[in-house]
């Protein structure tokens, strides 16, 4: 294909995705999600169409820029990155380029800011070293050893096997046992010394000839060339002002140990390479491990030591040289499901005395936690989650070691249920879709393509290469999806006896209420005056803390007849600001901002000439917390986060308030100077953080 049709078939499907975001149209809609995963098969079948991609998209994003058409800057910066990160015998001046374009945003409100500032780090080192994303994606994914990158990764994918139909389950564990089985070690490292000789040399690099030989070493000499060449970037990449010639010439030596010495002569390797076609080398999707979820337990490791005990004891806090220093206790510090090199946790899992090995980046391991389901999945995460939070303020964490990431794509049972049941369950993902159109486009669109691809017979061409695409948008969204939207979980203190403590539990979307039919055995009926109509319904005492603008606390208190009420966690519309932040956990809780949107079906009673009649109005008001209890004997109902396995019977009274932070309230406050002999003022009360539970975006909330 010439390169005016290249560029010019790369153009048409780059603006195929733009369209796809500025429009809602139905003929588009069928295809949301394969535009973007096209555009990168395309350069991944054949990797010398990159540096045509990399300049069209350039070129739409100083476009956008100038245009102000903010809604497409943050998907062609994913679709930039992405493709930079695979791509070989990409010049020093498109990278440039695209960090100064980088740059320029930074003047841009969030999340455009954030994004930028995200690709302008990468993009500064893997400017002067090229490779080097490559190279530590790899390493980290597939969890090889190496001193000077000791980075791993693991992702979990977590699929409640009641909301989720087995023919998908199966065809997610089909395409992730197939992609594993081709990502072992030496492949894995032959890729890495491939693609770091191939992008620091260019057109100087014999590619085929390299993957020859690198397929024809034995594992120990690959080890070697792997750890050399790992050095060689990790070192070069550790220096203040890194030299991309110093660079080239490191690796030229490395190259020229593999092909011998003739490799040195670079026009007669050029000669070889405009003969073949230059080979792709994949990037291997990330190391998964599929787990039916049936106990909300699944996310904590093994249980840890109890305190008094020797393993306790020696994670005390010791002496040395004068200073307090804790001692982290060897074999707790990773999950046992974390199947990474033997020992490995021991010699990198340590909190660093010298502090982060690499900027902006304090822990070793990263957990991506990745549920598949609908708004009840997410329940139970939330349920799993403050759970874990729980635990470790009472044994020893892992929070300090592990970097906990969430995910979350929409699937919904196969069940033939009401349309209007469909959008019910999804509404968490309805409400991300609106917050980050990049997300709506790749990841919220990708339900009917999962169904429809678990359904297909699997091929008996054993010989015919499958592009798997679930996994595919899989590995894209775990990638590239480091923006959380942080939301906000909520505690619900139950009462079937008021005389006896309550129940807790916590949700995450919504809280319904219902009446029941009956009374309270215990205390029989309610004496009313004979004739007088009850009604449906049950009385209800209602007692809230408005939510004002004005951060003002304003307690309403009523009493009304109600058939029903649901406390939603999340915002109906975009002009509604209740729900999720973007904010980090540590920022002061915002009233106006997380609060329950809480509807109450209340019954109106009206006299006329045939007698008296009922109906019910619905009113709406915002608030943070609110205490309801049932004043004629009728009990409730409650059903958290739409899931029926979560139901509580017989309630006589029921509070709901933000979730605190596990032990957020108190905390030790010491004196701001050394050698003081003033001691620790215990207990001070400080107000309690709310409890916010992250799901990962590609943006954030784009205003």
Known sequence: ?????????????????????????????????????????????????????????????????SED?????????????????????????????????CTKLLTLPAPYCTVALDCAIRLKTETAVPGTLYQRLVIAEQNLTSELYPYQERVFLFVDPELVSPSVCSALLLE??????????????????????????????????????????????????????????????????????????????????????????????????????????????????????????????????????????????QRKGGIRKRVWPPDILMPACWDGPQGL???????????????????????????????????????AYHSLRKRETQKFCLTPRLSLQLYYIPVLAPEEPPSCRHSELRELATFLGRADPWYQNTVNTLCPAIHKLAEMPPSLDTSRTVDPFILDVITYYVRMGTQPIYFQIYTVKIFRDLSQDPAEDIFLTELKVKIQDSKSPKDGFSPRRKGVAEGPGAELSICYQKALLSHRAQEVSSSLRATGLVLKALPASDTEGSGPTHAPPSAAPVIDLRCLNVSV???????????????????????????????????????????????????????????????????????????????????????????????????????
Request: aromatic share 4%; charged share 25%; with cysteine.
């Open 69 to 101: 058409l903010r809604h497409v800057i943050i998907p062609l910066l994913h679709t930039l990155l992405y493709v930079l990160t695979k791509a070989t015998g990409i010049r020093e001046e498109l990278y440039r380029r695209t960090y100064n374009f």
């Open 345 to 383: 946790h021991r010699r990198t899992g340590m909190p660093s005395g010298d502090g982060e090995l690499l900027p902006g980046v304090s822990r070793i391991h990263t957990a991506r936690v990745l549920v598949l389901g609908d708004d009840r999945m997410l329940g139970r995460l939330a349920q």
């Open 1 to 65: 294909m010439e390169s005016s049709d290249v560029e010019l078939d790369l153009q048409r499907s780059v603006q195929a995705v733009l369209r796809e975001l500025s429009t809602q149209a139905p003929a588009l809609q069928n295809n949301q999600g394969m535009w973007r995963w096209s555009l990168h098969k395309k350069v991944e079948r054949d990797p010398g169409k990159s540096p045509v991609l990399v300049r069209i998209l350039l070129r739409e994003l100083e476009k956008a820029e």
């Open 176 to 317: 992730i046992e197939a992609a594993q089985a081709q990502q072992t070690p030496e492949a894995c490292m032959r890729h890495v010394v491939s693609h770091a000789l191939q992008a620091a040399l260019g057109d100087a690099c014999h590619a085929s000839s390299l993957q020859r030989k690198l397929k024809a070493s034995p594992r120990h000499a690959l080890e070697r060339y792997f750890h050399a060449v790992v050095a060689a970037v990790e070192q070069m990449a550790g220096e203040p002002n890194p030299s991309r010639e110093v660079h080239l010439e490191r690796l030229e030596e490395i190259y020229c140990s593999l092909l011998g010495p003739a490799a040195a002569a670079r026009g007669s390797c050029c000669g070889d390479r405009l003969q073949d076609p230059q080979p792709s080398i994949p990037l291997p999707s990330p190391h998964i491990t599929f787990h039916l979820w049936t106990d909300e337990e699944q996310l904590w490791a093994d249980e840890l030591p109890v305190p008094g005990s020797p393993e306790m004891e020696r994670a005390g806090l």
């Open 601 to 703: 079906m209340e019954v109106v009673k009206s006299s006329n000439l045939a007698g008296r009649s009922f109906s019910t109005v619905t009113n709406t008001f915002r608030t943070a917390t609110i205490q309801i209890q049932s004043q004629d004997q009728r009990l409730l109902t409650l059903l958290l986060d739409k899931d029926s396995r979560r139901t509580y019977r017989d309630v006589v009274r029921f509070e709901v308030a933000p979730c605190p932070e596990p032990c957020s309230g108190t905390h030790k406050s010491k004196a701001p100077w050394l050698g003081s002999p003033r001691p620790e003022v215990e207990g001070t009360k400080a107000k309690p953080k709310p409890l916010l539970m992250p799901i990962n975006t590609f943006s954030g909330i784009v205003q």
